[in-house]
């Protein structure tokens, strides 16, 4: 049942949380958390599903603080029953990659290691490196997450030598192919000079390079140079020869190797701490390794084997069939190790074994496994206590009561006024969250090309931010993630006032901590204090506000300048009667650039949405007077 009313959480209403927890059934199937709002923010699975949606409930139970925070706001429960445990495991990996609930996250920081995405869902797919994945297109695949970027890197760009792809994600001529099309390293896609089909053939061999089919990709086009040669085709046989070589000497510096190297494998280990567990996966494909994945789940999540059975679950609940190994080795013993090992057989369509070696090469493969888990935990250990000894010392400098998790931080860019815009960028515990950034384009009337007013500019962007809990004062601002614990301004006691006299008409200056960052001294000014705070520029809370306002600046910066670029792209435009933002806009669209637009015909000119004939040869006109 969905709700479609303002209800109360539950556990504010016993009377009502007993009697809907009565309701549920003690058989296996997939449970929902919803909020308030009717928005899912949980989806689990289980095999006695009363008992496993009580547990929540319970005063005893000790949730870790990602739960207790998602239990508070559950205002709704709904189930769906399954026939065997199996099935729920499936509809919960479909349920959780159609609606990715907020609570669903286990892998923490799988913003810190880099994916490799194939845009399956676009005509001509685009192949690329990102840090987040973004599963509204179900026909995009993603590899990942890879430990070492620059290996990802370098194995992208050879990759693109060895088989033709597109180089540019625009292109670079209107009418015509750039360079890489006569040397051979694109097929021509900005001009679809190379049909979808044939494009996505060579899409497909690529992606066999990431599922660690290498092996068997040779072993294809090997066939096919045998069938060119003996067809006299020699130059077709030439291309496949040396796209063999190059796939080669992808894997020439591999040093992992096992014996029986027909069968295709993966091993998963972790190192845990009291704070995080660390995660790594090695992908050992025809006795070679093709792949190192790393994630990082909350050490509290569950008993080592839980971490590793739903990391496996995540991992695999979004991977090909073909991506599937047939034997996984595991450090832990799983705690649904059976049920996880037929479900990935039924996905795969044949067998899937996981194994707890003890002995021999196996055992030995999963102890390195292990090595590189706990080596990358140190590693983020050390930076975690760098950045958790700057957020104490900036909570003792402002007298916070916690540690500021999530700071924002705020600047302004322009030249005398033109072209002004805002930055908000984000650090949580210590790190960039580029995900969380937003930019703004200022719109107050006081500011004006000749005529800036950093108040101003910075009293409408606080405004924009935060006035959607003014609107709303039930919404939950403590404890919600999008909420800050600290928000910087990158200026003097100006720049706070203003934004201080905002906060105080909004209603919500008693819930925010403010801080202003003075360029000059690097003082530190707090609202209501005329006073610099004392502090030292280089004590590490300070330092880590620095580096928030250099991010803030460096985002600000960027974004103004390309605002200025498109203003004076656009500045000739404007002295063409008839020629409005609109039409400009589809002409740039059309065009890329005002040289390319200055050097089309009128019949060109003319096939671009909004600009008929005699708009068009009004163009032409004016730059051929």
């Known amino acids: 049942m969905t709700t479609s009313w303002k209800v109360l959480p539950l556990l504010q209403e016993p009377e009502r949380l007993e009697n809907r927890l009565k309701e549920i059934p003690a058989e296996p199937g997939v449970y929902f958390m919803r909020d308030a ?39 709704e429960i709904e189930f769906i029953v399954t026939d065997t445990e199996a099935e729920a495991l499936a509809l919960e990996a479909n349920l959780i990659k159609q609606h990715q609930p907020y609570f669903n996250v286990l892998l923490k920081d799988d913003k810190k290691y880099p994916y490799l995405c194939i845009t399956w869902s676009e005509t001509y797919p685009r192949i690329f490196i990102t840090r987040k994945r973004r599963l509204s297109q179900e026909k995009d695949r993603y590899y990942g997450p890879y430990v070492d970027a620059r290996v990802l890197r370098q194995t992208l760009r050879l990759v693109k030598q060895i088989f033709p792809l597109r180089q540019r994600p625009q292109p670079l001529f209107k009418d015509r192919p750039c360079l890489n099309y006569d040397i051979g390293r694109c097929p021509g896609v900005c001009q679809q000079l190379v049909s979808p089909e044939e494009y996505r053939k060579i899409m497909q061999k690529v992606a066999m390079i990431f599922q660690g089919r290498t092996q068997e990709l040779v072993e294809a086009l090997t066939l096919q140079m045998e069938q060119a040669a003996a067809g006299l085709n020699f130059e077709q046989a030439a291309r496949l020869r040396d796209q063999i070589a190059g796939l080669k000497s992808l894997g020439a510096d591999q040093k992992v190797a096992l014996p029986d190297d027909t069968i295709s494998r993966d091993a998963i280990a972790l190192a845990v701490s009291e704070q995080y567990a660390s995660v790594q996966l090695f992908q050992i494909r025809a006795g070679r390794l093709v792949g190192r994945l790393g994630f990082f789940a909350d050490a509290q999540s569950g008993s080592a084997g839980a971490i590793l059975q739903r990391v496996l679950e995540e991992h695999y609940a979004t991977a090909d069939p073909v991506e599937i190994p047939t034997e996984i080795l595991v450090q832990h013993e799983l705690p649904e190790g059976s049920l996880l090992a037929d479900y990935l057989s039924t996905t795969k369509g044949r067998k899937v074994t996981i194994l707890m070696p003890q002995r021999q090469t196996k055992a030995e493969l999963i102890e390195m496994v292990e090595r590189n888990a706990q080596h990358e935990l140190t590693r983020n250990q050390r930076l975690s206590d760098r950045n958790t000894a700057a957020m104490a010392d900036l909570a003792e400098i402002l007298d916070l009561p916690e540690l500021p998790h999530r700071i924002e931080g705020y600047d302004i860019s322009h030249v005398q006024g033109s072209d002004a815009v805002a930055s908000q960028v984000v650090f949580i515990d210590g790190l960039p969250a580029k995900q969380h950034y937003r930019h703004y384009k200022i719109k107050s009337p006081q500011v004006s090309a000749g005529h800036s007013d950093d108040f101003a500019s910075m009293a409408e962007v606080i405004r924009r931010r935060f006035r959607a809990y003014a609107a709303d004062p039930e919404r939950q601002r403590l404890g919600n993630p999008d909420w800050p614990d600290l928000v910087m301004i990158d200026g003097g006691k100006g720049q706070l006032s203003a934004v201080v006299a905002v906060l105080q008409e909004l209603g919500l200056l008693e819930d925010l901590r403010l801080v202003s960052l003075a360029k000059q001294r690097e003082e530190l000014f707090l609202p209501g204090e005329s006073l610099p705070l004392i502090s030292d520029a280089e004590q590490p809370g300070v330092q880590l506000l620095r580096r928030l306002r250099d991010e803030a600046h460096r985002f600000a910066v960027s974004f103004h300048r390309q605002q200025r670029s498109d203003r004076m792209r656009r500045s000739r435009l404007d002295e063409i009667p008839g020629l409005g933002y609109q039409r400009q806009k589809q002409l740039l669209s059309a065009f890329r650039s005002v040289d390319y637009i200055r050097e089309a015909t009128p019949a060109q000119l003319a096939t671009v949405p909004m600009i008929g004939p005699q708009i068009a040869q009004q163009i032409y006109d004016y730059f051929h007077p």
């Open 37 to 75: 709002s009717d928005q899912i923010l949980y989806i689990g699975k289980s095999k006695k599903l009363r008992a496993r949606v009580r547990s929540y409930f319970r005063e005893a139970q000790a949730l870790v603080p990602r739960l207790a925070l998602m239990v508070k706001q559950v205002a």
